[in-house]
């Protein structure tokens, strides 16, 4: 997975000064490349047959939702405040540069069903983390979380429910 890094920029002081912004987005422009990187998330979910895929706003809506479409899956948005209609419930959590809030709608998963986070980065867990919840929440059976990125040293994975599967595909 080492080869992908040349495709990832790293952008300084976004979107806070300090930070490191890792920037994906140039491999969603060579399609050859992004179905390679795709393949080991295809595996997982042929494997762990989730019932849906959530994808965390707003990258994470994009592997997610190709893996949920490809696979004939439910893709399930975890969202930004207000950004969801009908009743939602929500949950506030630390970011490595701030505070944050993410929202589910409430009727969104079936009691029990099996449900996958994707997202394209993990970095301190706290979103990730928020986003399990929520699905604990409304009722579904969280089996695990999948990620494009892991920034490593900030030890995301250990703020995460040890029991579930935790899979990153490209580590710094």
């Not at 912004?21 to 795709?38: S, V």
């Not at 393949?39 to 893996?67: C, H, N, V, W």
């Not at 939602?88 to 969104?108: A, C, H």
Request: aromatic letters at 10%; a positive charge.
């Amino acid at each position: 997975m080492e080869k992908f890094k040349k495709y990832i920029n790293e952008i300084k002081d976004f979107p806070n000064e300090g930070i490191v912004f890792k920037d994906i987005n140039p491999i969603y422009k060579e399609p050859k490349t992004w179905n390679e990187l795709m393949m080991p998330l295809q595996k997982l979910i042929s494997t762990t047959k989730p019932d849906y895929i959530a994808g965390i706003e707003s990258r994470g809506f994009i592997s997610a939702s190709a893996l949920a479409f490809k696979n004939e899956i439910a893709f399930i948005p975890i969202r930004k405040p207000n950004k969801l209609p009908g009743k939602v419930i929500g949950v506030n959590y630390k970011l490595e540069y701030g505070e944050d809030r993410l929202e589910i709608q409430q009727n969104s998963i079936k009691k029990d069903f099996k449900v996958i986070v994707i997202d394209d980065l993990l970095a301190t867990g706290g979103t990730a983390g928020a986003a399990g919840k929520l699905i604990r929440e409304v009722g579904g059976n969280l089996i695990g979380y999948a990620f494009l990125v892991e920034l490593t040293e900030l030890q995301g994975r250990k703020k995460l429910d040890s029991k579930l599967f935790i899979e990153s595909l490209i580590k710094y």
